[in-house]
């Protein structure tokens, strides 16, 4: 019984590799999508700096079409007096102030434009280094990408490979107790068996088993399950180093006393 119980140990224990890699091969795809999404930041990012710098650029070239048009304008009151359009000293005031005021609007817009330039120079360091990083982000994804996909194929031959094993180990398991195993490893979620630990209690659901029932699982001549969640125990605790027949022996003298 001793090997039965050791078979459905192996036998879990292979079970729970087989779902880990196929946990692992169903979030394949979930990995990549969150690896990629350093790279939508990144792209993203720079979407936003280029708008901000095309923004920039138009407003400087608007300026600029501004500041020419009105250097034009000044241009063209500086032409009148050249030209002697202005007879009285009036018209020379209001035309002096009209200049100055050209000028003044000028200036404004002079002072307009520098910072404009300013801005689109910050702009396009930042742009710069957005590039800069969204191409260091879509490097790391590539070779993420290509390492998650890659393992792929190593999933599927190692889960070939441990499907053959789990058939090979349920075969030599007596077909009764593995019908047993198998409801309870749907049942309870994968955990058909449950340790004892040394101070008695089942491993799985943490409670407390009957002394008789501890010994009995130490000596590991019958399966027994855990009269709580139903589970088959094994034990867990020390080395136990007792025989079959040495524990009868024990009993037959207890008996006799």
Not at 111 to 116: D, I, K, V
Not at 218 to 241: D, F, N
Request: contains cysteine; aromatic residues 4%; proline residues 2%.
């Amino acid at each position: 019984m001793k090997e039965d119980l050791q078979r459905l140990m192996s036998l879990q224990e292979v079970d729970g590799r087989l779902e880990e890699l196929a946990d692992r091969k169903k979030r394949i795809p979930e990995l990549v999508a969150a690896a990629q999404r350093p790279l939508h930041a990144a792209q993203a990012l720079h979407e936003v700096t280029k708008k901000d710098l095309d923004t920039s650029t138009k407003q400087r070239k608007a300026v600029e079409d501004e500041l020419a048009v009105q250097e034009q304008a000044i241009s063209k009151l500086q032409d009148r007096a050249i030209k002697g359009a202005i007879k009285t000293n009036k018209e020379f005031q209001a035309h002096k102030f009209e200049i100055d005021l050209a000028k003044k609007k000028k200036g404004e817009i002079e002072e307009q434009l520098l910072m404009l330039m300013d801005q689109v120079d910050v702009k396009k360091k930042e742009l710069a280094q957005a590039d800069a990083a969204m191409k260091e982000a879509e490097r790391k994804f590539a070779v993420e990408k290509t390492s998650l996909e890659g393992s792929v194929g190593a999933i599927e031959q190692e889960l070939v490979e441990q499907t053959q094993r789990r058939k090979d180990m349920a075969a030599a398991v007596e077909k009764s107790l593995l019908r047993t195993y198998e409801k309870l490893r749907v049942s309870r979620k994968g955990q058909a068996l449950a340790g004892v630990t040394k101070e008695g209690s089942c491993m799985a659901c943490r409670l407390q088993i009957q002394p008789q029932v501890v010994s009995d699982v130490k000596r590991g001549m019958s399966v027994l399950t855990c009269i709580y969640c139903q589970r088959i125990l094994y034990w867990a605790g020390e080395p136990y180093h007792g025989t079959a027949a040495s524990e009868l022996e024990k009993e037959t003298a207890e008996k006799s006393d």
